[in-house]
């Protein structure tokens, strides 16, 4: 038996103002056509890949590895050039690979692009329609991806993370492959919630979403049932099918639907419960009197999140701090994407004006230079990640790192590759929403999530969405049909 795998991630926030081009895959990603390449990548990265060929290649599979791209950084939507050179060089190394027996493909799902809304079912169907391919065809997704009527129409079954933070990508990729070794014929029934939940309740390991990824196990144990699905989505999409949705792959016997609506309904009611866990300035000033015990505090600007496709321009954090730059017991380790301080930087400036709200400010030049580094917490563990050219600008106790990409990785090598030491720090920042639970391997107690500029608002009320999302809970305080079934059959 053969199967033939591609990878595709990138995450897009519509509401941030700058689209995605292909360097941002290419220079600041993982862009790899070549199956050698694919296979000596999946061998030294934790990814879907990894995962899948591992468990096919111990079944005895044959493997071709066709194609794997990844974004360095989320934004808004592709590019439509962007879009249209992902998906052709996708759907010609997948045919290159054939003839094969099952189709595994690793996609986001909650990518846009100029002119689609729905990327990843738009490739399905040119799987099925352009190639004409008629075999099982496997999908695996990220927690937030949105899922859509296109995906349940093209795919067979689905696979996706548990995690968020995101920690279990080769797993997900081993679900996949044992997904794709099943004989099938399979059944999908996805229920679709009218709600938006909050990335900053909706961690795996406690709260909400943790008691309904348990009740997701739970309907496993359901004789008929091979794989059930999670999806609190990202919510920073302005697009028809917007919602929260559980899916649920099955053998060709019968989907347990009422049990699958009980557990949807379960997630509804939770709605009144979220919590964004933001904090006050003054509550965050207070803390940072004294070390944590636990390792660095994690300052957190979830509105302006890279990895949530925010452009990672507001220096709040900066401008919050200053005032109090000399007073601090200990090194404050902040960011900020800002080609134009990196430049003044580079010529020898002293006095600087960063972000966007810009902030004036005087700081000395520690170091200047390419910021490359691989992940080393326990979230995209050994992926490599570019911030671009970069300087390091110390005012007081804040070193303050400037850079041209907004890379999404929150881990302490970002600060490690410049030079800096977060481990010994007071504090570190983190343009993330939970991602640097997993970096910095700290609890919500270690974090101290503010709010700012940016286009992740954890006020949803706040979000200026035109389509489905405004028909969605909390935009809309009691939506008209808080749960839809969709079936496959
Ligand atoms: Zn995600």
């Known amino acids: 038996m053969k199967a033939a795998i591609a990878q595709f991630i990138f995450e897009s926030n519509t509401f941030a103002p700058d689209p995605a081009e292909i360097e941002v895959f290419k220079k600041g990603g993982v862009w790899l056509d070549r199956e050698a390449d694919v296979r000596a990548w999946a061998a030294d990265t934790d990814c879907q890949m990894r995962g899948s060929l591992k468990v096919l290649e111990a079944a005895r599979w044959e493997t071709v590895p066709c194609f794997a791209t990844l974004c360095g950084s989320s934004a808004?939507?592709?590019?439509?050039?962007?879009?249209?050179?992902?998906?052709?060089?996708?759907?010609?190394?997948?045919?290159?690979?054939?003839?094969?027996?099952?189709?595994?493909?690793?996609?986001?799902?909650?990518?846009?692009?100029?002119?689609?809304?729905?990327?990843?079912?738009?490739?399905?169907?040119?799987?099925?329609?352009?190639?004409?391919?008629?075999?099982?065809?496997?999908?695996?997704?990220?927690?937030?991806?949105?899922?859509?009527?296109?995906?349940?129409?093209?795919?067979?079954?689905?696979?996706?993370?548990?995690?968020?933070?995101?920690?279990?990508?080769?797993?997900?990729?081993?679900?996949?492959?044992?997904?794709?070794?099943?004989?099938?014929?399979?059944?999908?029934?996805?229920?679709?919630?009218?709600?938006?939940?909050?990335?900053?309740?909706?961690?795996?390991f406690e709260g909400n979403l943790c008691d309904i990824i348990s009740g997701a196990r739970q309907l496993e144990e359901e004789e008929e049932v091979l794989e059930v699905c999670t999806f609190p989505v990202q919510p920073w999409m302005d697009i028809e099918e917007m919602g929260v949705s559980i899916v649920v792959t099955a053998t060709s016997g019968d989907v347990p639907i009422d049990k699958l609506e009980e557990l949807a309904h379960r997630w509804y009611d939770q709605r009144h419960s979220w919590k964004n866990r933001l904090t006050d300035w003054p509550d965050i000033l207070n803390k940072l009197k004294s070390p944590h015990d636990g390792g660095p505090w994690v300052l957190t600007d979830p509105a302006d999140a890279t990895a949530g496709g925010s452009p990672g321009h507001s220096a709040e954090a900066l401008r919050r701090l200053l005032p109090v730059k000399g007073d601090l017991p200990g090194k404050v380790l902040l960011w900020v994407v800002d080609p134009d301080t990196v430049t003044a930087a580079r010529e020898g400036a002293t006095r600087f004006t960063t972000g966007d709200p810009a902030i004036e400010w005087e700081g000395r030049v520690l170091w200047t230079g390419e910021g490359n580094y691989r992940a080393r917490g326990k979230a995209y563990t050994g992926q490599a990640f570019s911030m671009g050219e970069a300087a390091v600008i110390e005012a007081g106790q804040l070193q303050l790192v400037a850079c041209t990409y907004p890379a999404i990785s929150p881990d302490?090598?970002?600060?490690?590759?410049?030079?800096?030491?977060?481990?010994?720090?007071?504090?570190?920042?983190?343009?993330?929403?939970?991602?640097?639970?997993?970096?910095?391997?700290?609890?919500?107690?270690?974090?101290?999530?503010?709010?700012?500029?940016?286009v992740c608002s954890l006020d949803f009320a706040s979000i200026p969405f035109t389509g489905s999302g405004r028909m969605l809970f909390p935009v809309t305080a009691e939506p008209e049909r808080p749960v839809e079934i969709w079936r496959s059959y």
């Open 76 to 204: 808004g939507r592709l590019s439509e050039a962007c879009f249209a050179e992902i998906r052709d060089t996708l759907l010609a190394r997948v045919e290159a690979a054939a003839p094969f027996d099952v189709l595994i493909l690793h996609l986001h799902g909650a990518s846009c692009a100029i002119g689609e809304d729905d990327p990843e079912g738009h490739i399905l169907e040119k799987v099925r329609t352009q190639l004409g391919y008629r075999g099982h065809l496997v999908l695996s997704l990220d927690l937030h991806a949105n899922f859509t009527r296109r995906m349940l129409e093209y795919a067979d079954a689905v696979s996706a993370y548990r995690t968020f933070p995101h920690m279990d990508f080769s797993a997900t990729g081993e679900r996949a492959a044992r997904l794709a070794m099943h004989p099938g014929p399979f059944k999908q029934a996805v229920a679709k919630i009218a709600t938006l939940v909050s990335p900053a309740d909706s961690t795996h």
């Open 412 to 454: 302490p090598a970002f600060y490690e590759c410049v030079g800096l030491h977060p481990d010994e720090a007071l504090a570190v920042l983190a343009k993330s929403i939970a991602g640097w639970m997993a970096a910095y391997d700290a609890d919500w107690d270690r974090g101290l999530l503010f709010d700012g500029p940016g």
